[in-house]
């Protein structure tokens, strides 16, 4: 009975929501997970070439850090507005704000993952004819992998936190249902879609955190100094 009422009540904790409701929030959380995707897929597409030609000197290294830093001290709305003019109220606008606000973490952590490249890794791969291309893909960015991931798991999050800013063009997901629940206040509503933003940007995370352990098994050996420590604490 309490069920059946829960909506007429209007409680936060309503399971008859859910389940009467279950197509629109898959279809939310799909569109939801969908631009997160792209938009971070891309976001470290553009971070790899600013990355390296940040690198390359303080020449590059401030007009790319600077403009990636201003970038991201944009509000949100001020950015969508910004790029209204060319993309319109599409999924468009709400992705390439997205990427624009990825960058500066991820061009950061990019370029601290390859600054800690050991040098004599560097002077080895050379030393067996390694060239400034085959260098940066066999060597340098696998060596980079645990920071790149970091940033990228701080880029992830914050994302999927920010594509519900996107339900002011109607293309922000579960940020859509939220915005929707707000002016009449429909406690269900707002709370479940709150919930599955958190468990998506917390599954995100520990799916990331899975890939990297995989990519990077030697970040997990332990040196016999380490297990000697271990084993005498």
């Not at 403009?67 to 060319?86: E, G």
Request: aromatic letters at 6%; charged letters at 10%.
């Amino acid at each position: 009975m309490s069920g059946q009422n829960c909506m007429a009540r209007n409680d936060w904790l309503c399971w008859d929501y859910v389940t009467s409701r279950s197509q629109e929030l898959t279809d939310a959380t799909v569109q939801h997970i969908w631009i997160t995707a792209v938009s971070v897929a891309i976001g470290l597409v553009v971070a790899l070439p600013l990355a390296l030609l940040a690198r390359r000197g303080r020449v590059f290294a401030g007009p790319v850090l600077g403009l990636t830093t201003v970038l991201y001290t944009v509000p949100s709305l001020a950015m969508f507005s910004l790029l209204l003019p060319w993309f319109g109220l599409s999924a468009a606008l709400v992705v390439t704000g997205l990427v624009l606000y990825s960058l500066t973490i991820l061009v950061r952590n990019i370029m601290t993952g390859l600054a800690a490249v050991p040098e004599d890794a560097r002077e080895a791969a050379r030393g067996m004819g390694y060239g400034p291309v085959r260098l940066l893909w066999e060597v340098e960015l696998p060596l980079a992998l645990p920071a790149l991931f970091a940033g990228l798991r701080i880029a992830t999050v914050s994302t999927v936190a920010l594509t519900t800013v996107g339900s002011i063009v109607g293309k922000g997901g579960l940020g859509n249902l939220i915005s929707d629940a707000l002016p009449t206040l429909f406690k269900a509503q707002v709370l479940t879609a709150s919930v599955l933003c958190v468990l998506l940007a917390v599954l995100a995370d520990l799916m990331l955190l899975g890939v990297q352990r995989l990519l990077t098994p030697w970040t997990r050996i332990r040196t016999p100094r380490a297990v000697r420590t271990a084993e005498a604490g």
